[in-house]
């Protein structure tokens, strides 16, 4: 057993999970997964792709808000005694012309160097981390689709144990917002038909380019992860303040998810800044967000979507328990 440290930095959030892993024991055979004990997991919303789809650059003070939520968790990691830290940069760091100015601050407050992976990369790293505990559920058919809607990209990966396919998009909750909804420096309040529909088109064109590589209608469960996900979920069951283990493997019906998108989109920023699991720096990127998890979910034929709270963080992780 040993102590880890997994930091997620996104194009909208950046996450850290602290955990005690303990690797496979070969001797408990095939099945074995190993374990993990999260010992502190937390979040903030950081905009690192703040402006990315316009500029191709990352902003300032889109690199300060994200290299204060770095000093916090290098705090965390060092009062918890971490042996090992990694440090994952997705989307936006992926796209931005000044990379080098994010790697450099990186590396000054936490010692590390961030790896700015692959789309493909990351993808694997979702479906580990969401797919080890599905792997016994006699109730969730295989192969399994995971979906991983970020901020800037999504992810798409079918397997059963293992990957079978993967491809990664350049659709996300912020880069939709970004792109379609916002007019002359402002959000729409709430969006136009044009726009909504502007959003689906763009998604739609992002599925044909997903199914060039990964058969997403041969997918038997549809696994969903990261914000939009989970917001839509706490939405759907209700809750009056987040609730992570009640949201972690719940279930959400399609017809509800369709219901819950079509009040996002036709609300304004108070009312939806107004729902009570409501984070609020997702009040002006959850519809979008929802637009994308309803479509992918009507070109899969998903009558369900299963929500996993663990995620490429706990790709992240598992990849230090060896």
């Known amino acids: 057993m040993k102590r880890v440290a997994a930091i997620d930095c996104g194009t909208n959030s950046i996450r850290l999970l602290v955990a005690e892993a303990t690797a496979p024991d070969s001797a408990s055979g095939a099945g074995a997964t190993g374990e993990l004990k999260d010992l502190d997991r937390r979040m903030q919303i950081v905009r690192l ?10 902003a300032p003070e889109a690199l300060e808000r994200t290299f204060a939520a770095c000093r916090e968790y290098a705090a965390v990691i060092k009062g918890l005694g971490a042996e090992q830290v990694r440090f994952v940069a997705t989307s936006a760091s992926r796209d931005a012309e000044n990379r080098d100015d994010f790697v450099r601050g990186v590396v000054d407050i936490l010692g590390v160097e961030p790896e700015v992976i692959t ?17 016994g559920r006699a109730d969730l058919e295989r192969p399994f689709l995971v979906v991983d809607i970020g901020g800037g990209s999504t992810e798409f990966v079918l397997g059963d144990a293992s990957v079978r396919a993967a491809r990664s998009v350049d659709v996300g909750c912020v880069r939709m917002t970004e792109r379609h909804l916002v007019h002359e420096g402002e959000i729409s309040d709430p ?6 529909a502007a959003i689906k088109a763009d998604v739609a064109a992002a599925l044909d380019r997903a199914e060039e590589t990964v058969p997403l209608r041969e997918a038997a469960t549809l696994v969903g992860l990261a914000g939009s996900v989970t917001t839509v979920a706490a939405i759907a069951l209700g809750l009056n303040q987040y609730d992570s283990e009640a949201i972690h493997h719940s279930r959400i019906p399609l017809a509800k998810v369709r219901e819950i998108t079509d009040r996002l989109v036709s609300s304004t920023h108070a009312e939806r800044a107004a729902i009570p699991v409501m984070h609020p720096g997702r009040v002006d990127v959850i519809a979008a967000g929802a637009l994308v998890l309803l479509s992918i979910m009507e070109r899969v034929g998903a009558g369900e979507v299963v929500v996993s709270e663990h995620d490429i963080l706990d790709g992240i992780a598992w990849s230090l328990a060896g």
């Open 49 to 58: 792709g703040q402006g990315v789809d316009r500029t191709g650059r990352l």
């Open 191 to 196: 969006p136009s038909p044009g726009q909504i």
């Open 119 to 135: 789309g493909d990369q990351e993808a694997e790293f979702s479906f580990n981390g969401a797919t080890k505990e599905l792997s």
